[in-house]
């Protein structure tokens, strides 16, 4: 199951990162307007919010006590809704820093 999600997540990074690599560096960096993030900053949250995915996959755990896969539609249904703004929490807010989209490739493959 571990090798599996991980398989997964892999294939989504690389897609993540094709889709990134058509647009130039000029367009990744672009000035955003107010409350939206330019694409290097979205890399960045993506980055923040996976650097737990480790201790997820090789931490200790133990045999969940729910029905697999319960909240899985519901979870694509509120990431897929463009519609609405959700707030982050500032632990995984993307910094100010100018980054680059090399910096941010290296960053999702590793």
């Known amino acids: 199951m571990k090798a599996g999600l ?17 647009f130039s560096e000029a367009e ?4 955003k307007s107010y409350g939206n993030w330019t694409t290097v900053q979205a890399s960045n949250h993506i980055i923040k919010s996976m650097e737990g995915f ?3 996959c ?3 755990t133990e045999k ?18 463009f519609s609405s703004k959700m707030e982050t929490r500032e632990l995984l807010k993307p ?7 090399e910096e941010s490739f290296w960053r999702l493959k590793n």
């Open 6 to 22: 991980i398989k997964k997540i892999k294939k989504i990074l690389n897609r993540l990162i094709a889709v990134i690599s058509l």
């Open 28 to 31: 990744i960096i672009a000035d």
């Open 54 to 56: 480790p201790y997820l």
């Open 58 to 60: 090789y931490g200790n």
């Open 64 to 81: 969940a006590n729910q029905i697999r896969n319960k909240k899985v539609d519901q979870i694509r249904n509120m990431f897929l809704d």
């Open 95 to 101: 910094s100010e820093k100018n980054h680059n989209k």
